[in-house]
């Protein structure tokens, strides 16, 4: 079966969002106002199943509103516009606190000393279903106060990555033979970086992209969709193998708006 009418038959169906969500959307996403029209319509048909589909549940008394869910799936769905799966197949809850949580954090020494601390953490993904935000965070976002950092992208990054069954930087793409392993690309970037700062230049990607691949692979999802046109800048490998693993460009729909 060729390529095209697989993607005739997976794409999502339905009328698009109702007219308070759309208005959501725009307003909360802004890549949502600039994309081509068949993106555009895609983006609100997952995001309308994503909304049919997931179950959200907020923490400490938050009580989630209409906002909080367009905006999430919002940002999540942008990730998925050229997959033909078009949809998070193993998750089923998003849960919200209203800011920061703690996290127990479990770690052994070379001896094999078992210490356990707690972590303040704006989100977390979980193999199991479940991904974990954080509403403050979003707000942020929402503000356009958050710069490069997208809590929600990266959490559901690393949802796409765990396709495969392994969380390893390395996504499955459905239908792409072609990703390169991010385990090479890690040390590579580390070095770029390195280069970087002592040359005086600011950091291009946040310090915790370089603790592992797949966290590489998070965060330079962030930037691939917020800071798309600096990104492909700066990062050109990265940029190129996202497009690939996302089968989009937001450069270059941020470049044609700005014409
Ligand atoms: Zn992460």
Redesign the pocket.
């Known amino acids: 079966m060729g390529l095209t009418r697989l993607w005739g038959l997976l794409k999502p169906g339905g009328p698009g969002l109702a007219t308070h969500r759309r208005q959501i959307l725009r307003d909360n996403v802004p890549l949502s106002r600039i994309l081509p029209q068949a993106e555009g319509e895609r983006l609100e048909r997952l995001v309308g199943d994503f909304l049919d589909r997931k179950h959200f549940e907020g923490c400490h008394g938050l009580k989630v509103t209409e906002e909080m869910r367009v905006t999430v799936a919002g940002y999540a769905c942008l990730l998925l516009l050229r997959d033909p799966v078009g949809d998070f197949p193993q998750l089923g809850t998003v849960v919200v606190y209203p800011e920061s949580f703690a996290a127990p954090i479990r770690s052994a020494n070379h001896v094999g000393i078992v210490t356990e601390t707690v972590e303040e953490r704006l989100g977390e993904?979980w193999r199991e279903g479940t991904v974990v935000l954080t509403w403050d965070s979003i707000r942020e976002i929402i503000a356009g106060m958050s710069g490069d950092c997208n809590v929600i992208i990266?959490?559901f990054a690393?949802q796409i990555d765990a396709r495969r069954g392994l969380t390893d930087g390395a996504p499955l793409l459905a239908l792409r033979g072609r990703y390169r392993d991010w385990d090479d690309l890690l040390p590579a970037e580390q070095r770029r970086q390195r280069t970087a700062l002592r040359r005086g230049r600011p950091a291009s990607l946040d310090a915790y992209a370089f603790t592992s691949a797949?966290?590489l692979f998070?965060v330079a999802t962030e930037c691939f969709y917020m800071r798309p046109v600096r990104f492909r800048n700066s990062h050109p490998e990265l940029h190129a193998e996202l497009q690939a693993v996302y089968g989009v460009d937001p450069a270059a729909w941020v470049l044609s708006a700005e014409c």
């Open positions: 993904s990266h959490e690393h797949e966290e998070a």
